[in-house]
């Protein structure tokens, strides 16, 4: 005679943006697999703990579904600008003469990303500019600004940005590139423009009038000594 | 000889839409963003007990517990009937053998 209980059902993690994942149970066959990576143990908890089968009723949590700001991109080239829009994904911009910003070039070069910028020859798909202003290629010491959502004019000789509407990519991202470790670490992220009033100039025209949109960071930007970077080695 | 049955744990999902696993279906599979699965039914027969199946992972323990792709149906064991059932999942667990 040959018994044997009831079997059991299939766990599953989701998501194909979801690499890093593992699911975990209690005497069952083990996956390597990405998709379907699976750990067997021989402990369970009565509570929730990580890498222990729940005793008793079901327990799910969603612990991490993507990483936001450790993630580390590789530029093959020095001094790359690269946009990053929402979906994480990275164009490069190769029209920019690196012999222009030679002058500015330290080893770690600062990569600047701008969204819906409005500029005199650069542009990438979707309707979306972007702009390299002077201070794209950052220093200790420098003044560095970001404007997301403007429109750059030039009026009576002076730089100014123009309100162009709505932000097609609401994510702006700023990455320091490190030639050595051909890596390039994220500064900071910022998901939405708010108007800097700060940054309005009156000029007595309707163009200067323009609202001036986007984020400027500080009163007068911000210190690029001031930012800790690291690097993970 | 008294014989006990059970029915198999369920299992506990999230999904970026309401219901039961197997009303949201297959079909819909990018909507579930994790199952955990339930273990299978115990069985107790006079004297003797067998534990169920053990749970989790790309599939069950033993030869009747469902894996991510085939098992008794999607989201749901098979109902313990004169033997101990199988548990909820992905795809559910089968009930018990007495042959």
Known sequence: MSIESGGAGSGYIGNTLVSNKKMVGYNVPTSEAESTKTESVN???ESPVSGKPKIGNGYARIKFLRELHTRQVVLPVDNQIVLAPSDGSFWTISSIPVAQKEPYM????????????NCTTLSVSNNVYTYPNRHSVAYNGSRYYLYLGGMKRVINGKLKYKNTGGNEFPRLELFVYNSQTDTATRIFTI?????????????????????YIGLRLGADGFDFKDIEITYDE | MATITSNGGGATHIAKRAGLLSSIGASNL????MVSG???????????????????????????????????????GESADGISGGGGGLYGGYKGVNS
């Open chain 1, 191 to 211: 998901t939405d423009g708010t108007i800097s009033t700060d940054f309005i100039l009156q000029e007595g025209s309707i163009d200067a009038q323009a609202d």
């Open chain 2, 30 to 33: 990018s909507d579930i963003l």
């Open chain 1, 43 to 45: 402990e369970a908890s």
């Open chain 1, 106 to 117: 330290y080893d770690d070069t600062c990569i600047i990303v701008t969204g819906q910028v």
């Open chain 2, 38 to 76: 339930g273990g299978g039914g115990g069985l107790i027969i006079g004297e003797d007990t067998y534990a169920g199946k053990d749970a989790g992972g790309i599939s069950g323990s033993g030869n009747n517990s469902a894996n991510q792709t085939t098992g008794y149906a999607f989201g749901q």
